[in-house]
């Protein structure tokens, strides 16, 4: 899943570069939905393997939080100091703020961008607004699980996406990024983990059934124009069977690799089309290809530098929690 999670990084940094497919649409939108059905999978296997009792939830929020902020804190430090020294011109930057720089430390507001202005005008990692959904969900999922109404939640959710795909609500803020509305995504990843071989009842199955429906009459109705419907679709036609095949594979050693450097070049992407745009590397495929090779040095730094000091500190946590 290492490898997978390595190309659906890229895929992200080639969506902010302006890489487009068909009409125009954004291989970055169908990238994430991949990642939050990972998150859903992983997360599942987390919390049943080591925090399964309500009593272990500080200690998952703990382990969370480890997993999020060493290497994000690494990057926002390197974009602040990139945005004062080099004087960045960007709409992410264009209204820097002591409210907006207090929304990146703290990540989660950054999910409701939408709603500040000072916030969507000081985001030194603009993509981050997708980690303050990921911090959303890691908070409400062990009482999601443990508390055994996944179902209940999980149909809530979808119904809040079809509202919001059909335009009854804002479908950028509520299909797409807030998690009333993607927590089904989510949670399609954690039936996966529970349930590895698809079957007629499966609720990830039944799910891109009734998304082939919505497709069609999407699309006959106009609804595919709205922001991010048709992305999501794409999202999850490609995410879940590719879920289901994943859940299978072995895990490698280059597997591992790969997916250690995905998280540093999610991060990292968009200061390096910064440092690109002011030193004139063109827009060429072979301008974007250099950025790509530039974030996954600068990814594997940031996991040597960083990360791996505290993979280990992590792992001793779980054991801790499987002694207890």
Known sequence: MGTY??????????????????GGHNPGTVAVISFFLISGFVMTGLVRTHYSEYRKVPMYYLDRLARIFPQYLFFLALAAASYLLFDISSPFLSEVSFAGVVANLLVVPLDFFMYSTAIA????????????????????????LIGGRRDLWFVSSLLVWFLAAYGAIDTDAWGYRLLPGTLFVFLLGSYIYDFRRPAPKHPAVLVLVLMIVSAVVFRESGKL????SYEVLVGLFVGVPSM???ARCKRSGWDDWLGNL???????HFLVIWIAELLGVPKTMGGKALMIVASIALAYF?????EHPVVRWRRGLRRSELRA
């Not at 030194?124 to 062990?142: H, K, N, R």
């Not at 995905?262 to 990292?268: A, P």
């Open 244 to 246: 289901f095949l994943l």
């Open 5 to 22: 999670r390595f190309f659906l990084a890229i895929a992200v940094a080639l969506s902010h570069m302006g890489v487009t497919f068909r």
């Open 262 to 268: 995905s998280y540093g070049i999610f991060l990292c």
């Open 302 to 306: 940031g996991y040597i530098a960083v």
């Open 225 to 228: 124009s709205m922001p991010y």
């Open 121 to 144: 005008g000081s985001t030194f990692i603009p993509q981050a607004w997708s980690l303050g959904l990921e911090l959303t969900f890691y908070i409400l999922f062990p009482v999601v």
